[in-house]
């Protein structure tokens, strides 16, 4: 979340008509989109690990059925 307010507000930087401001406004969209990606890949990582910790429960199930 924090990653898209950066961008936005890279992109309002941006719209300043001086050189180095819209290069700090365009390095803040940079890291902006970075964030979001970092954010992403830990979702990713966290989604991952629940499936693995579930599918371990229902393999123990599994197994106290079977006994």
Avoid: H, T
């Amino acid at each position: 979340m924090f990653g898209f307010i950066k961008c936005i507000a890279g992109g309002l930087i941006c719209i300043i008509p001086f050189p180095a401001i819209q290069a700090a406004g365009a390095g803040l969209v940079m890291s902006g989109i970075n964030d979001c990606l970092d954010g992403a890949r830990e979702q990713g990582d966290e989604n991952e690990r629940l499936q693995q910790m579930d599918e371990q429960r229902r393999r123990e199930a599994q197994q106290q059925l079977d006994i």
